[in-house]
């Protein structure tokens, strides 16, 4: 048999994108950029939030999340609003939604009622704790997690007076690939029963899982978990380390003692490494702020690309800090082709990150610029519902469909 064409992976299927913020729209671009047909639902009464964060039709945060989508702009709150989304539907392979627990259900367009519709039809929720539950009226987005999941006390220093906190808005984008992960197994679930079904990912389980590992040892053993700072239970010394210029870091971590003894051949075996305390891991843990101290000195005279290329030449585990522009200007990144550009409407060009994989019979991703509020309405009402181009129109100006222009 001829060796097919190189495709992507989901080429025949249709996502219908209610995310808001970060979690759904982040799951359905992924789908969109290997090969479904994802439409994000809006209307100008009801955008994702993200959009007009900086009060304009797009902003960057917005152009990042829903690129590789068409819009559809829809009135829901309209009977045949509705009616127009369950034909919608009957098209669709999956449904992607963040909003707060109960939201899908008020639109008519929770899973008991689009599953009526198509019972093919797979939907991915997240919510703040979970669409069911004692908490699950709980309404937020995913930094509020970071409390309630244990992370803001063990994300800080172990003498620090008060919690270092975060600007990170994490686990929102690692929750959006849990659901992505989520609508996947249900659709595998679906080639074998033919049947699709309601998938949850709770944002703040997120959290838990992750840090999983010390939850138990706290529970075995009260008073053992603590936080540590950029440092490890796992050796010594373990760290980010400040480099030449402003804001410049380099990450060294010393499993063992095969690790410490390239460590100090790349520094040239200075004498205060040859302490004897420091040829055991406990002995490089009880004086590791000692340690530290040194390796800043030496940290401070290189900057990251400079202190990693020494460490790795002696194969010690180590790694620049990359900022954003770092990222695009690393030669790694370019030969994976992982820096893509996009002439965004609105914004202008945008660096955007490119594939997290590659496979073998796969062509590139697909990527192309985020839509307006609507902007393929027409073409979606004529291609996939079937109107005529009167029947749109006169939907558009009754204000069940809603144009870009």
Known sequence: HPRPAPSLPFENLRLLDFGIGGVGVEAARLFGEYGADVLKIESKTYPDFIRVVMSTAISGSFASSSRSKRGFGVNLKLEEGRQLLHALARHAD???????????????????????????????????????????????YGP???????LVHLWDYRDGEEPAGSTSIFPDHLAGRLLAISALAA?????????????????????????????????????????????????????????????????????????????????????????????????????????????????????????????????????????????????????????????QQVVGWMAMEGPCFHASGMRDVQLFQAPLVGEHTRAVARDVLGLSEAEIEAKIAAGVLEAAR
């Open 144 to 150: 509020s997690t970071q409390p309630i999941g244990g």
């Open 187 to 343: 659709l595998f679930r679906r080639e074998k029963t033919g049947r699709g079904g309601h998938a949850s990912v709770a944002q703040a389980e997120a959290v838990v899982n992750l840090i999983g590992d010390q939850l138990l040892k706290e529970g075995v053993a009260p008073g053992t978990v603590f936080p540590r700072g950029n440092r490890s239970e796992r050796g010594a010394p373990w760290g980010t380390y400040p480099c030449a210029g402003h804001d410049q870091w380099v990450t060294i971590t010393i499993r063992d003692d095969a690790d410490w003894a390239k460590l100090k051949v790349a520094l040239g075996d200075p004498e205060w490494a040859k302490d004897p305390r420091y040829a055991t891991a406990a002995g490089r843990a009880a004086d590791h702020d000692a340690i530290d101290a040194k390796l800043v000195e030496w940290t401070k005279t290189k900057t990251p690309r400079g202190a990693t290329a020494i460490l790795q030449m002696f194969k010690v585990p180590s790694g620049p800090m990359f900022t954003a522009r770092d990222q695009l200007q690393d030669p790694h990144f370019q030969a994976r082709g992982y820096p893509r550009w996009i002439d």
């Open 94 to 140: 999956v449904v992607t939604e963040n909003g707060s627990t109960g939201t899908m259900d008020s639109l008519g367009v929770g899973y008991d009622a689009l599953s009526k519709t198509n019972p093919r039809i797979v939907l991915a929720s997240s919510q703040l704790l979970g669409d069911h539950g004692a908490w699950a009226d709980w309404i937020g």
